[in-house]
């Protein structure tokens, strides 16, 4: 049965409006108190100091970022030059091999036609013996006809007799002349086999250099790769005395005066300054204290600030003394600098300055004035400028880096031809731009040249010290 809906709705609003308008209390229209409501935002200075940091984050870390891009960009600029002179390397020991190939072959070929000289000495020898006993013979022959011949005295020479005489002295000139064109032929089997020897001695010579250039070679990229060691340390324990160690002689001057005349590493302290081992050469009639010394090529010069100003290397081979420890030595008093090289002729050069070096606030600049010595003075135009190193560029080159550019830290002025810190070479670089980068003391308008040693060493001036009237020596001779 269906229910009607609108009957259903009005029972429906009648039941309500009892409780909607009924004789209850009427509602409170009072407006109720606010109630309190946190903040959904932070405070101003809050998010003032949050910016603040985060702009300083964001800038350190675009500092960051571009200093490792510049980081970067150094190794790749390194492992370029590394890949370079790999390359070069690699080139030159195939060059090498080659020559030494050839060389084999010459030494062989030389060596069979020494084989066959000595046989024809050996024959023409034993022809020499025969013609002289028939020589001999031949004397024998001719005394017998004179004594025929004094025997006829009363009588007369017959013509036969005559021919045979005119017979035999024919003979015996012809066996002269012989003999003397054999003797000649000796000697010059002598001199060309003499000649022999000594192409066979140079081609030696060379074999053996080529090897040795060749292991270098092949060694060289590693050393232009390492960190120099660092000098070994003066040690020093529990048990050493403060007696022992206030003992301790000021520099290789002090120990010579000491009475100690063998050259070796001793135990140094200038100035009260920290001790430290260096080399003394005791060969002179004074100690000298060496600073720096190259002679094998086993430490890469090629080193940093610190590396250049704390010392590096082995004292029993290459090393650096370090700008620290020159200083010290040199603040003793008036000091003199010895330089002496050597080139690869072994011939033996050396110079003397009146020498002095500035501290660390100056960069270590130096000062040198030209005492005396049989080499030329090219660091006339070094004096007064300060230590440069690759990684902090003193020199008065505006557009490069001098160090970086000469491999070796130095007192550069304009780059300029001399840097006894440079690349050691064991055989002359075929580039002019490698042949810079090597051990330079180059006077104006000379040729680039790679020295074999050098050693510079500090002593005290054993009375005071006058610069000569003349300017500095422009002799050069043979050396260089």
């Keep these: 049965m269906r229910i009607p809906l609108i009957p259903i709705l009005l029972a429906a609003a009648a039941a309500c409006v009892p409780s909607l308008c009924g004789s209850g209390d009427p509602p409170d229209l009072r407006p109720e108190a606010p109630v309190e409501t946190r903040s959904r935002f932070a405070a101003l200075d809050d998010v003032r100091l949050l910016g603040n940091g985060l702009l300083q984050l964001g800038q350190s870390l675009r500092e960051f970022v571009q200093k490792t891009k510049g980081q970067i960009n150094d190794i790749f600029q390194k492992l370029n030059i590394f890949d370079n002179s790999f390359y070069r390397l690699s080139v030159l020991a195939s060059e090498i091999k080659e020559e030494e190939e050839e060389l084999k072959k010459t030494t062989v070929v030389l060596k069979a036609n020494n084989e066959e000289i000595k046989d024809m000495s050996v024959k023409i020898g034993s022809k020499v013996d025969i013609i002289l006993q028939e020589k001999s013979q031949l004397k024998s022959k001719v005394e017998g006809l004179e004594e025929k011949l004094s025997g006829m005295s009363h009588g007369l020479v017959t013509s036969e007799q005559v021919a045979e005489i005119n017979g035999l002295r024919e003979v015996i000139h012809s066996q002269e002349r012989s003999i003397t064109e054999l003797l000649e032929a000796v000697r010059e089997q002598s001199d060309q086999l003499n000649h022999q020897r000594a192409k066979i001695r140079i081609l030696e ?61 001793y135990g140094i302290r200038p100035n009260g300054t920290e001790p430290f081992m260096a080399l003394c050469d005791m060969s002179k009639e004074h100690g000298a204290t060496v600073i720096q010394r190259r002679m094998d090529g086993s430490v890469n010069f090629d080193q940093t600030w610190v590396k250049y100003e704390n010392g590096f290397g082995d004292l029993q081979g290459d090393f650096w003394l370090g700008l620290r420890n020159i200083h010290s030595l040199v603040t003793q008093g008036s000091s003199v600098l010895h330089i002496q090289l050597e080139d690869w002729k072994q011939n033996r050069r050396f110079v003397e300055y009146r020498f002095n070096l500035n501290g660390p606030e100056s960069n270590y600049s130096i000062h040198l004035t030209h005492l005396s010595g049989d080499l030329p003075d090219p660091m006339i135009n070094h004096t007064g400028m300060m230590f440069s190193t690759k990684d902090r560029d003193n020199d008065n080159h505006q557009e490069s880096n001098c160090a970086h550019d000469h491999t070796g830290g130095w007192w550069y002025n304009a780059c300029g031809d001399t840097n006894l810190n440079g690349r050691y070479f064991h055989m002359r670089p075929k580039g002019r731009s490698d042949r810079r980068r090597g051990i330079q003391w180059k006077p104006a308008q000379k040729t680039y040249y790679s020295l074999k040693l050098t050693q510079i060493s500090v002593h005290r001036a054993a009375y005071p010290i006058t610069a000569p009237s003349s300017s500095a020596s422009t002799e050069t001779g043979v050396f260089l």
């Design 205 to 265: 010579e060379k074999f053996t250099v080529n090897t040795l250039t060749q292991e270098t070679n092949e060694r060289m990229p590693g050393i232009f790769k390492s960190e120099a060691p660092t000098l070994t340390p003066y040690l020093t324990s529990s048990s050493t005395s403060t007696t022992s160690m206030t003992n301790l002689p000021s520099d290789c001057s002090d120990l010579f005066s000491r009475g100690e005349r063998v050259s070796g590493v």
